[in-house]
């Protein structure tokens, strides 16, 4: 009995330090997490339902990269950025990890979301799977 108990003690403790490990993710803020030379990098988090942070605040006019990390997850996701009339910007499938390039020459509020749904249930926009990009001046 002892014996197991000594296998026991170190397996439950690197699983109790590996949940701590990941549980610090900050919330609500977008994470300006890198500068390559003249390109700022913005990352985003999708997941069943959510993406994350739902607000994005990006400079007009200059080139940037944003990456959409998705989470492990059967569902598929994607990702459509739209201009106030529906034009679309930016509409990709999502992978694990997502790159996409943009420039956005006009300050304004602009909405992403991701457009999967089937038949008789809500869609992922409309089970909030939706947040806004304001592009400053
Ligand atoms: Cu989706």
């Given amino acids: 009995m002892k014996k197991y108990f000594c296998l026991l003690l170190?397996?439950?403790l690197v699983c109790i330090l590996s949940l701590f490990a990941c549980s610090s993710t900050p919330?609500?803020?977008?994470?300006?997490?890198?500068?390559?030379?003249?390109v700022a990098v913005f990352?985003?988090?999708?997941?069943?339902?959510?993406?994350e942070p739902e607000v994005l605040e990006v400079?007009?006019?200059?080139?940037?990269?944003?990456?959409?990390?998705l989470?492990?997850?059967l569902v598929p996701h994607r990702f459509v950025l739209v201009e106030e009339d529906g034009g679309i910007l930016a509409e990709t499938s999502l992978s694990d990890l997502t790159r996409?390039?943009?420039?956005?020459?006009?300050?304004g509020t602009?909405?992403?979301?991701?457009d999967v749904s089937l038949p008789l249930v809500a869609s992922h926009r409309e089970r909030g799977m939706e947040g806004k990009m304001i592009v400053q001046p």
């Fill in 10 to 12: 170190p397996i439950l």
């Fill in 27 to 38: 919330k609500g803020t977008a994470v300006l997490s890198q500068t390559s030379p003249g």
């Fill in 43 to 51: 990352d985003l988090k999708a997941g069943n339902y959510y993406f």
């Fill in 59 to 69: 400079p007009a006019g200059k080139d940037f990269e944003l990456r959409v990390h």
């Fill in 71 to 73: 989470e492990s997850t």
């Fill in 100 to 107: 996409i390039p943009l420039r956005i020459e006009k300050p």
């Fill in 110 to 114: 602009y909405r992403f979301f991701c």
